[in-house]
């Protein structure tokens, strides 16, 4: 018998296509714990109080607690700030209620403010406090603003070693080839429009706003609210610096004029003469709240950079109070 014709046969299927590669994920954050060697301090009272590694076996202790001791973190390489990790003490009852933290990418400075944080609320937790925005920095300082029972810390960093890369840019499209010219067409003659009436001359543009003190070299991010011109008056201002008062007519910080304005809100105060040969920046809890002859904290002033104490007077009911000076005020009027 003849043979059976054969099957017809099949297309070639083809593969499925390949699934493509997922973009790589961000790095993850490192908590970053340097050794004791990469850790300085403004004061220790013995070597086991310098100790402040987290879970050490002791912490970071001073012999006399005082607001504006700090400790300082050596990253060892440039890193991208996130957060920061505290601790109390291991062996004591001890622990930083708050601080500040500022960085730097040099030991030397300068730094910057980058977190005002509530510390911790026992001496062994971990709390992690995170930055607002990520900040570029190799030295990490630690300044305190309040303890219990006394000053004592381990600290740690949550940082990022690089940026995650952006994705590629999609590949650009060949040009379009040109259109065909269209053949010249002229308009039918049309009379001319009437001109726009003449506008009125511009105002002139207003002159910049008034520096802080006419001798200092960076006011960026200050308001003038509060002045009182060249001579042997004071401040007419009874609000013991609220900011309340309200009187003159604002002008230039060389102007010969005597004003003040609402203060509004904000966090700090820069104190200076109006040609800006002295001057301080103090944060305004500092300022405030009544106190006679007391210690209060300078963040940095025409003396110094770095954060120190000088007395000053804030007492209830004194209305030409208060009294804010460079140095201690008995030194100061000396």
Same mark, same amino acid.
């Given at each position: 018998? #003849?043979?059976?014709? +054969?099957?017809?046969?099949?297309? #070639?299927?083809?593969?499925?296509?390949?699934?493509?590669?997922?973009?790589? +994920?961000?790095?993850?954050?490192?908590?970053?714990?340097?050794?004791?060697?990469?850790?300085?301090?403004?004061?220790?009272?013995?070597?086991?109080?310098?100790?402040?590694?987290?879970?050490?076996?002791?912490?970071?202790?001073?012999?006399?607690?005082?607001?504006?001791?700090?400790?300082?973190?050596?990253?060892?390489?440039?890193?991208?700030?996130?957060?920061? %990790?505290?601790?109390?003490? +291991?062996?004591?009852?001890?622990?930083?209620?708050?601080?500040?933290?500022?960085?730097?990418?040099?030991?030397?400075?300068?730094?910057?403010?980058?977190?005002?944080?509530?510390?911790?609320?026992?001496?062994?937790?971990?709390?992690?406090?995170?930055?607002?925005? %990520?900040?570029? +920095?190799?030295?990490?300082?630690? %300044?305190?603003?309040?303890?219990?029972?006394?000053?004592?810390?381990?600290?740690?960093?949550?940082?990022?070693?690089?940026?995650?890369?952006?994705?590629?840019?999609?590949?650009?499209?060949?040009?379009?080839?040109?259109?065909?010219?269209?053949?010249?067409?002229?308009?039918?003659?049309?009379?001319?429009?009437?001109?726009?009436?003449?506008?009125?001359?511009?105002?002139?543009?207003?002159? #910049?706003?008034?520096?802080?003190?006419?001798?200092?070299?960076?006011?960026?991010?200050?308001?003038?609210?509060?002045?009182?011109?060249?001579?042997?008056?004071?401040?007419?201002?009874? /609000?013991?610096?609220?900011?309340?008062?309200?009187?003159?007519?604002?002008?230039?910080?060389?102007?010969?004029?005597?004003?003040?304005?609402?203060?509004?809100?904000?966090?700090?105060?820069?104190?200076?003469?109006? /040609?800006?040969?002295?001057?301080?920046?103090?944060?305004?809890?500092?300022?405030?709240?009544?106190?006679?002859?007391?210690?209060?904290?300078?963040?940095?002033?025409?003396?110094?950079?770095?954060?120190?104490?000088?007395?000053?007077?804030?007492? /209830?009911?004194?209305?030409?109070?208060?009294?804010?000076?460079?140095?201690?005020?008995?030194?100061?009027?000396?």
């Amino acid at each position: 018998p #003849p043979s059976l014709p +054969a099957p017809p046969s099949l297309p #070639p299927t083809k593969p499925p296509p390949l699934p493509q590669p997922s973009p790589p +994920a961000p790095p993850p954050s490192t908590e970053l714990n340097p050794i004791e060697s990469a850790r300085s301090y403004s004061s220790a009272s013995s070597s086991d109080c310098s100790l402040s590694m987290l879970d050490s076996a002791q912490a970071w202790c001073v012999q006399w607690s005082r607001v504006g001791e700090w400790m300082q973190i050596d990253a060892g390489e440039e890193v991208m700030l996130g957060g920061v %990790i505290t601790q109390g003490s +291991a062996t004591d009852t001890k622990w930083v209620t708050s601080y500040r933290v500022e960085a730097s990418v040099s030991a030397n400075g300068p730094f910057t403010l980058v977190g005002i944080f509530e510390g911790n609320s026992d001496q062994a937790t971990k709390e992690l406090r995170m930055l607002n925005t %990520i900040f570029r +920095a190799r030295y990490v300082r630690f %300044i305190v603003g309040g303890w219990h029972r006394g000053i004592a810390m381990r600290a740690g960093l949550l940082v990022w070693y690089y940026m995650p890369p952006a994705p590629p840019a999609p590949p650009t499209l060949p040009p379009s080839p040109p259109l065909p010219p269209s053949p010249p067409q002229l308009p039918p003659p049309q009379p001319s429009p009437p001109l726009p009436p003449m506008l009125p001359p511009s105002p002139p543009l207003l002159p #910049p706003p008034p520096p802080i003190a006419e001798g200092l070299i960076d006011t960026s991010g200050w308001r003038l609210v509060r002045r009182v011109k060249a001579g042997s008056a004071w401040h007419p201002a009874t /609000d013991q610096l609220l900011g309340t008062d309200v009187y003159g007519t604002p002008s230039s910080a060389t102007a010969d004029e005597t004003f003040s304005v609402e203060f509004g809100a904000f966090d700090q105060f820069l104190f200076a003469t109006g /040609d800006g040969a002295k001057w301080l920046i103090a944060d305004k809890e500092q300022v405030y709240g009544w106190y006679w002859n007391s210690q209060r904290t300078i963040i940095r002033s025409s003396m110094s950079e770095t954060p120190y104490l000088a007395r000053w007077y804030r007492r /209830d009911g004194t209305e030409e109070d208060p009294w804010i000076s460079l140095t201690d005020h008995s030194t100061a009027v000396a």
